[in-house]
């Protein structure tokens, strides 16, 4: 479990229906407006019976908060969506479909689509790291008995990843692991002048805009030094470990949120109140 102190009985208390998960994104879009957009009168907006909407009192001007947020067109109750992000905060692994479908009594495409929907919560844009930091590359996917495992693996889709050592992980989906990738990959997101730990993939090369060292795997050598992609690949274990025990296989077309899930959680591991941050960013 990720450190959480929000409980299901907290959740109960808090969200015993649709309509205190609607005040909550209302009260987060709109609570800290002083006065009506409409008619500038002081801010004084009341939940409408029966609708998902608010009125001001003086104009009768309607709001939607529920507009251009995830819910946004769903017949599913709102509480019902507020429990699966529930779920979402509470689990280190993920929440699979097949989950979600027995746990809110839904169908299992109308679970499909709030899990993805749910993971649009994680993405992290315009991160860059500035300290000691170790890339690596992994593959994902289903394996081939008795086939190649790792690099040149057939049926498995490749995750390029740069990690700061206690710090943030970025990772990214492609379709191979040429330098003309994974050099472009590493200066947008590393500082220049950082320190980039490797191993001895003839793809890094050497990166002359980086203090830029190398572990030799080849020659089983794990640590040279300074040198070496533990943490990186620490990251790996637990993104494959999460994605064969919850979800057993993924498609590449949606690998890509499921990474963005789980260098999510790696980022916000010290977090104490996952539930609140994500329905803070629907």
Not at 191 to 214: C, F, P, V
């Amino acid at each position: 479990m990720l450190s959480n102190k929000f409980t299901i009985n907290d959740f109960n208390k808090k969200y015993p229906d649709d309509d205190a998960c609607i005040a909550e994104i209302f009260n987060k879009k709109f609570g800290s407006l002083k006065e009506c957009p409409e008619c500038k009168k002081p801010f004084k907006y009341y939940k409408v019976n029966n609708r998902k909407c608010y009125a001001c009192q003086f104009c009768a001007n309607q709001i939607y908060p529920l507009a251009n947020t995830i819910f946004h067109k769903s017949d599913t109750p709102i509480r019902l969506w507020f429990y699966a992000i529930f779920l979402f905060s509470a689990s280190k692994n993920g929440v699979s479909a097949k989950e979600l479908e027995r746990q809110l009594g839904v169908t299992y495409k109308t679970a499909w689509r709030i899990a993805k929907q749910i993971r649009m919560l994680f993405e992290e844009n315009g991160k860059q790291l500035d300290n000691t930091a170790e890339a690596d590359e992994t593959y994902i996917g289903g394996k081939k008995r008795g086939g190649k495992r790792g690099r040149g693996a057939e049926n498995k889709t490749p995750v390029i990843g740069i990690v700061e050592r206690q710090g943030s992980v970025i990772a990214q989906v492609t379709q191979h692991t040429k330098s003309s990738v994974i050099k472009p990959f590493i200066k947008n997101h590393l500082k220049i002048g950082a320190n980039l730990m490797t191993d001895e993939y003839k793809s890094y090369g050497t990166m002359t805009e980086y203090n830029h060292q190398k572990v030799n795997h080849g020659a089983r050598q794990w640590v040279n030094g300074l040198a070496y992609t533990n943490t990186i690949e620490g990251f790996w274990s637990q993104l494959k470990r999460s994605i064969d025990g919850t979800y057993h296989a993924v498609s590449p077309k949606y690998l890509q949120q499921y990474v963005n899930e789980f260098a999510w959680r790696y980022n916000n591991r010290f977090y104490k109140s996952v539930f609140h941050f994500l329905v803070a960013n629907i």
